[in-house]
């Protein structure tokens, strides 16, 4: 019942080497974001689209990338990782509301590891 | 700029015990959103509880309660009755105004490990 799903779940790639990360979600929902979060630190907000409206954090590097050809899929294209882009990537969608909040799904993270 | 902080980088606490976990936070905007997550070593964001700003009473949802001050700008989250399987990562995390993106920013979590 998985409603955000991310993949691969871990991906190691060697230092240079691009690298896409994919998220899908059965839910509908119009935002999708993409996490950084580096090992004991907190989840880092990189970009996020509003439909087909890319909106990139002033402090993410241009080396970090995304597509959203739908509603249902969003990509993470890492174009030349470096050792410090080891982390775990976490996608996110929202449209949810409780309690009047407009709650973060999470998928499971895909973990990547440079070599 | 908004902040949130979590003190405590560890907890432990006995099964069946109730536990507090520490958040604080800094924002100059009167509307804004509080969220604590669990993140299970399996790596999922898990949402548990939320507060928004201009909600007169503390949340609660089953075992998880938010003390919520605002005076002192703390959200604390309330675990009652410690499960084994309460053993994870807890963010509190924040959203500043309203709209429809939901861009939280994160504290640096606290790790609690419930022991039988």
């Known amino acids: 019942d998985a409603m955000v799903i991310q993949n691969p779940r871990y991906q190691v790639t060697q230092f240079g080497k691009p690298v896409t990360l994919s998220c899908s979600q059965t839910?509908?929902?119009?935002?999708m974001y993409w996490y950084q979060q580096k090992s004991s630190q907190a989840p880092k907000l990189l970009f996020h689209y509003y439909d087909k409206d890319f909106n990139n954090e002033a402090d993410t590097p241009d080396n970090f990338q995304s597509r959203r050809p739908n509603t249902s899929f969003c990509f993470l294209d890492i174009r030349s990782p470096g050792l410090g882009d080891a982390a775990m990537y976490l996608c996110?969608?929202?449209?949810?509301?409780?309690?009047?909040?407009?709650?973060?799904?999470f998928g499971a993270g895909s973990r990547l590891t440079v070599l | 700029a908004q902040k949130i902080t979590q003190t405590q980088p560890g907890m432990f606490v006995q099964e069946k015990e109730a536990v507090t976990l520490d958040c604080t936070y800094d924002?100059?905007?009167?509307?804004?959103?509080l969220f604590w997550y669990k993140q299970p070593s399996s790596g999922e964001m898990i949402f548990l509880i939320y507060?928004?700003?201009?909600?007169?009473q503390n949340a609660t949802e089953g075992r998880y309660s938010l003390n919520f001050q605002k005076a002192r700008k703390s959200a604390n989250l309330v675990i009652s009755a410690s499960q084994l399987g309460d053993s994870a990562m807890y963010f509190c995390a924040m959203r500043e105004g309203g709209g429809a993106t939901n861009k939280l920013i994160f504290g640096t979590g606290t790790l609690l490990a419930v022991q039988p």
């Open positions: 507060q928004g700003s201009y909600d007169q």
């Open positions: 839910l509908n929902h119009n935002v």
């Open positions: 924002t100059s905007d009167p509307s804004y959103g």
């Open positions: 996110a969608t929202s449209g949810r509301l409780i309690g009047g909040a407009n709650v973060l799904t």
